[in-house]
């Protein structure tokens, strides 16, 4: 989500507005947060086969669209509207970036299947704390005869249970480095956990001993993964900046033809004065994503600044939009047919992920030198 967006950014948009007309209504929602994979099979094979989606930052030559962040953030922020349940921040964002950051042949294959679809893909580093912290990581990696094995746990992976790879940062020697593990490796578990926002899976994962490949440089993995931590809030802030803007949306429309009195109750000062500042709100939220997007894309000074501020903005608007909108909707508002109850549950969960509103505060000040 690029701060001025190109004729061609928008044209992919409307497609992906398209794509999420057909694939993601509130219907398919539903079906899939009450189904056991998280997301549909066949609409991430048309998302890959007809738009490219997962592979849209992976170079042409490994299969991919070779764009850039900038239209990953655009598709960010459309799912974020209708709350697309697909492992597409895991796959297309995180470990994407991650295996284009560290590069080599091993992480070419991983990105190749990424592209085709054929693979789903997450990145594990938080354990003790939501936020990525080289100081909460306990999981140990050892090396014998050119043999490397895992042992310990992630209590938190994003769509663990759907992924076919896990790139897990662990500890050397020589410090954190990358490794890849297929599912269903020997001596790793994976158990998928129950959680509020059933459109977001997550899972828990243990590690005993499980045979694993080392992406990168040994030790020198937390450099990559502090730049793959910047565009996921990047690309998270956008998905919550759709999400709030869609919820708005569907509150104005609401508030227009309810009527009490004889006029619609959108026509009452109060509920104009509340519908104003929630505009407010999440026009700032774009505008900070945006920012956040456009810093990481370019590689700027202030990206890993931008993209906590956005998190931190972003993460409060669309829980408070989303918490209006379930009053100003009445007692409808709180039944489990509509759909308020699903943005708000999205926006709680958006909020924890990746680190609280508090822990990016205590980020910012430390990146600006305050403490």
Not at 29 to 38: A, I, N
Not at 57 to 86: C, Q, S
Request: aromatic letters at 8%; glycine letters at 10%.
């Amino acid at each position: 989500m690029a701060l001025i967006t190109t004729d061609e950014q928008e044209a992919l948009r409307d497609v992906m507005r398209g794509f999420l007309q057909k694939y993601s209504t509130e219907s398919d929602v539903r079906s899939v947060m009450d189904g056991d994979d998280g997301y549909d099979a066949a609409a991430w094979r048309t998302a890959a086969e007809q738009i490219g989606v997962q592979g849209l930052v992976i170079p042409e030559e490994m299969g991919g669209g070779g764009y850039g962040f900038d239209e990953l953030a655009i598709v960010m922020e459309e799912t974020g509207r209708t709350l697309f349940p697909a492992p597409l921040l895991s796959t297309a964002v995180l470990a994407s970036s991650a295996l284009l950051a560290v590069g080599g042949s091993q992480a070419g294959e991983l990105l190749a299947r990424i592209a085709g679809g054929d693979l789903i893909a997450t990145v594990a580093v938080s354990e003790a704390k939501l936020h990525w912290d080289p100081d909460d990581i306990t999981t140990l990696a050892s090396e014998s005869g050119g043999r490397w094995a895992l042992s310990g746990s992630k209590p938190y992976i994003l769509d663990g249970a759907q992924a076919g790879v896990i790139l897990v940062a662990a500890c050397t020697r020589a410090g954190v480095s990358l490794f890849a593990v297929e599912s269903g490796a020997d001596g790793l578990s994976v158990d998928p956990l129950d959680s509020m926002d059933k459109t977001r899976r997550f899972a828990a994962a243990r590690f005993d001993d499980t045979p694993a490949v080392l992406l990168g440089g040994d030790g020198s993995a937390w450099e990559t993964l502090s730049g793959v931590y910047d565009r996921a809030l990047a690309a998270l802030a956008c998905e919550q900046a759709g999400g709030a803007q869609a919820v708005l949306e569907m509150t104005v429309e609401y508030l227009n033809v309810r009527h009490q009195f004889g006029r619609p109750i959108g026509s009452f000062q109060a509920i104009k004065h509340r519908c104003a500042d929630l505009l407010v709100e999440v026009e700032s939220a774009r505008s900070a994503a945006a920012y956040a997007s456009a810093a990481v894309a370019a590689g700027a000074d202030d990206a890993s600044v931008a993209a906590s501020i956005a998190k931190v903005y972003c993460s409060q608007a669309f829980y408070h939009v989303a918490a209006e909108s379930i009053q100003m909707h009445g007692g409808i508002g709180f039944t489990w047919e509509h759909p308020a109850h699903l943005y708000f549950k999205r926006a709680k969960s958006s909020e924890a992920l990746f680190g609280w509103p508090a822990d990016h505060r205590d980020r910012i000040a430390k990146l600006i030198g305050l403490v």
